[in-house]
């Protein structure tokens, strides 16, 4: 049996906001034999993507670059760690994603076929909004994964906007410690 190893990819234009402490709740109740990897994406100096499908063809990773595709290829569950943002996933989780189509183009790294059966989990802070506003972000980032062959694991939500608000939203509380076991 493949030892579980989660990759926690924070996104958060707030440092220890909401999410993160969601995030961090849910991680708590992990099994120690379960591997912890947090990568906070907003400090990763992550590149510009630029699609170079129809022309150019697509270089070796840089050194950046390479860390994270191993990262993430390691990684038996992905765990975005990503408030709503205009309805949508913060800018360093949508490049993150773009990058994806960069590691697909490198043969030697069989990117797509390594993603297929890892999980991906999301787990979002949002500010009132209601599940239509809620949903393009989530069914994006679904459909993503979906395209890599990913199983998709659950949303773990909570209504918060100001910090420390997510402790005031019960089935946030409730759920937080029980989200990985589902």
């Known amino acids: 049996m493949t030892k579980r190893r989660f990759l926690f990819l924070l996104s958060s234009a707030r440092s ?7 995030a961090r709740t849910a991680a708590a109740a992990l099994p120690p034999s379960v591997a ?20 150019a063809s697509y270089g ?3 050194p950046i670059m390479a860390n994270l595709a ?4 390691q990684a038996s569950d992905i765990v975005f760690v990503a408030p709503l943002y205009w309805y949508g996933l913060p800018a360093p989780a949508k490049l993150y994603l773009d990058h994806w189509s960069h590691w697909m183009r490198l043969p030697e790294l069989g ?11 999301l787990i979002m802070a949002h500010a009132g909004s209601t599940e239509a506003e ?4 989530r069914d994006g980032l679904r459909l993503a994964t979906a395209y890599l062959g990913m199983v998709w694991g659950d949303t773990l939500l909570a209504d918060a906007n ?3 608000d997510w402790q005031k939203d019960p089935q ?11």
């Open 60 to 62: 070796p990773l840089s």
């Open 111 to 121: 990117f797509k076929a390594r993603m297929a059966g890892k999980r991906a989990w």
């Open 70 to 73: 191993d990262r993430t290829m």
């Open 172 to 182: 946030a509380q409730t759920m937080a410690p029980l989200f990985f076991a589902a």
């Open 16 to 22: 220890g906001g909401n999410t993160e402490a969601m």
């Open 36 to 55: 912890q990897d947090w990568c906070d994406l907003t400090t990763a100096t992550l590149p510009t993507f630029e699609d170079l499908r129809h022309g």
């Open 162 to 164: 100001a910090p420390g």
């Open 134 to 137: 809620i949903a393009p972000a």
